[in-house]
């Protein structure tokens, strides 16, 4: 099972909007709702963002949002914050009931 | 309030064996799918296995199978994951991580594993 593909990195500045895409194939995210964005500021452990695609667990802000076009999903961080400074991976479910991550993005607040 | 609390880890000799442990709290652990999920230093995550909340269905990444097992007692809220025949690349923090609606909600702090050659 390959890796979903992530860009290595997105910058913006504070308050402007940025995008981060998740490129899979029919066999994963194309074939199931079940696509999740997960925060991983340095030295920490993972935090889930989004899940299903579009849900935000409970306390996570609403600048944080998720899309999904055929194979490729995408995160979406409006209103940068210098906290939201962290890498940035995706998940999905796949046909071999298993799941693969992303290559993980990092993000830059300038 | 959810505790995931991995063991286990520490330096291993290549070829060697080590037994992870995840001990669980703050939830009824037996409701829910538990899965592995690693991260070698400076890279990426990659997850590992999951395991079904009766222990029914077992499922492991290419990279581990064959190699690692995960188990769980519900009746001690544990999940394990025995690893053999452990290579240079794994070499990496591994997190016990509870599933709930196929997605991955609560992560532990991870416990580290050195292999060495």
């Known amino acids: 099972q390959s890796a979903l593909t992530q860009p290595p990195s997105v910058s913006g500045s504070p308050g402007q909007s940025v995008t981060i895409s998740c490129t899979g194939t029919?066999?994963?995210?194309?074939?199931?709702?079940?696509v999740s964005w997960y925060q991983q500021p340095p030295g920490t452990a993972p935090k889930l963002m989004i899940y299903e695609v579009t849900n935000r667990p409970s306390g996570v802000p609403d600048r944080f949002s998720g899309s999904k076009s055929g194979n490729t999903a995408s995160l979406t961080i409006s209103g940068l914050q210098a906290e939201d400074e962290a890498d940035y991976y995706c998940s999905s479910y796949t046909a071999s009931s298993t799941y693969v991550f992303g290559t993980g993005t990092k993000v830059t607040v300038l | 309030e959810v505790q995931l609390v991995e063991s286990g880890g520490g330096l291993v000799k290549a070829g060697g064996s080590l037994k992870l442990s995840c001990a669980a709290s703050g939830f009824t652990f037996k409701n829910h799918p538990m899965n592995w999920v690693r991260q070698a230093p400076g890279k990426g995550l990659e997850w590992l296995s999951s395991?079904?909340?009766?222990?029914?269905?077992?499922y492991y990444g290419d990279s581990v199978k064959g190699r690692f097992t995960i188990s769980r007692d519900n009746a001690r809220s544990s999940l394990f994951l025995q690893m053999n025949s452990l290579r240079g690349d794994d070499t990496a923090v591994y997190y016990c991580v509870r599933e709930f609606r196929v997605t991955f909600d609560s992560w532990g702090q991870g416990t580290l594993v050195t292999v060495s050659s």
């Open positions: 029919s066999s994963d995210v194309g074939s199931y709702n079940r």
């Open positions: 395991i079904s909340s009766s222990g029914s269905y077992i």
